[in-house]
C-alpha cells in the first residue's frame, strides 16, 4: 500500500479531529510493527523451518 504525503496529511487531520480514529489507527501501527517483526524472525530461519515446526506442532497435537 502506497499513499501520496497529501493521503498521510489527510488521515492525521481526521485521527486529530477524533480520539477514536487515532487509537483505532495507533492499534493498526502496532500490528503492523508485530508483523514486520514476524517476518523478520521468519527469514531469519532456514527455508521451510516455519514448515517444519507448523508439522511437528500438529503431530504433537499442540
Known amino acids: 500500500m502506497t499513499s501520496t504525503p497529501a493521503e498521510v496529511a489527510a488521515l492525521l487531520k481526521i485521527a486529530a479531529m477524533e480520539p477514536e480514529t487515532l487509537d483505532d489507527l495507533d492499534g493498526c ?32 497435537g499442540r
Open 29 to 60: 501501527l502496532r500490528r503492523l510493527r508485530d508483523v514486520q517483526q514476524a517476518r523478520r524472525e521468519l527469514a531469519k530461519g532456514a527455508p521451510g523451518h516455519a514448515l517444519v515446526r507448523t508439522a511437528g506442532s500438529a503431530a504433537s
